[in-house]
Nanobody, 121 residues
Framework: QVQLAESGGGLVQAGESLRLSCAASVRTRTLTNYVMGWFRQAPGKERELIAA????????HYADSVKGRFTISRGDRENTVFLQMNSLKSEDTAVYYCAAKGRGGTVYDYWGQGTQVTVSS
């Protein structure tokens, strides 16, 4: 079982940066066997996967819409995953969710409550 809690959302101006954090509580005490993802959902749009990291190897994946601007990373000492968001645009406004799935899994089974990011132009 994995419990996830996001933090770090807020209101920023276009061009600014924001870092989201996702603290994971894992029964196995390690996220080695998990893939962590960041999703977002804007009003009237479907939820989309924007970044993911395979915890054990550190392999990352990004959606084209955020590639080069957002960086997903692992915390060094704790089960925390970060999403560094630079050069924010108004179209990045959304609720951002942290999620987890087992390696080899096709569905993200565990979700945080979401955090609002609003970018004003």
């Amino acid at each position: 079982q994995v419990q996830l809690a996001e933090s770090g959302g807020g209101l920023v101006q276009a061009g600014e940066s924001l870092r989201l954090s996702c603290a994971a509580s894992v029964r196995t005490r390690t996220l080695t066997n998990y893939v962590m993802g960041w999703f977002r959902q804007a009003p009237g749009k479907e939820r989309e996967l924007i970044a993911a990291i395979t915890w054990g190897e550190g392999r990352t994946h990004y959606a084209d819409s955020v590639k080069g601007r957002f960086t997903i990373s692992r915390g060094d000492r704790e089960n925390t995953v970060f999403l560094q968001m630079n050069s924010l645009k108004s179209e990045d406004t959304a609720v951002y969710y942290c999620a987890a799935k087992g390696r080899g899994g096709t569905v993200y089974d565990y979700w945080g409550q979401g955090t609002q990011v609003t970018v004003s132009s």
